[in-house]
Nanobody, 126 residues
Framework: QLQAFGGGLVQAGGSLRLSCTAS????????MGWFRQAPGKEREFVAA????????AYADSVKGRFTISRDNAKNSVYLQMNSLKPEDTAVYYC?????????????????????WGQGTLVTVSS
């Protein structure tokens, strides 16, 4: 089970930190990702972090503004979002990947994730 929280309403230029807590003993060996889905749009990749936290990846649209991190001791993954823009408005989901390989064809693809949190809404006002 994954539970995401930390969303809310923020003005453009502001910051939010999303958190995702996992239950179960297999969190530390799973690559984790954040995705988002805006109204009327498909779910899109935001960021991913390897199980060891050594490797990270970001969508071009958030690179330099968002930072993904994890604390395996707390079974948690985070998404620090700075310099938020109205186009960042979406429901944000955390997810655990089913593939042990760190490949862009896997961590960027929603169908390779087999556990999803319930989503947390981020609204950025202009």
């Amino acid at each position: 089970q994954l539970q995401a929280f930390g969303g809310g309403l923020v003005q453009a230029g502001g910051s939010l930190r999303l958190s995702c807590t996992a239950s179960g003993r297999t969190f530390s060996d799973r690559h984790m990702g954040w995705f988002r889905q805006a109204p009327g749009k498909e779910r899109e990749f935001v960021a991913a972090i390897s199980a060891s936290a050594i490797m990270t990846a970001y969508a071009d649209s958030v690179k330099g503004r968002f930072t993904i991190s994890r604390d395996n001791a707390k079974n948690s993954v985070y998404l620090q979002m700075n310099s938020l823009k109205p186009e960042d408005t979406a429901v944000y989901y955390c997810a655990a990947n089913s593939d042990h390989y760190w490949l862009s064809t896997t961590y960027m693809t929603p169908t390779t994730y087999n556990k999803w949190g319930q989503g947390t809404l981020v609204t950025v006002s202009s």
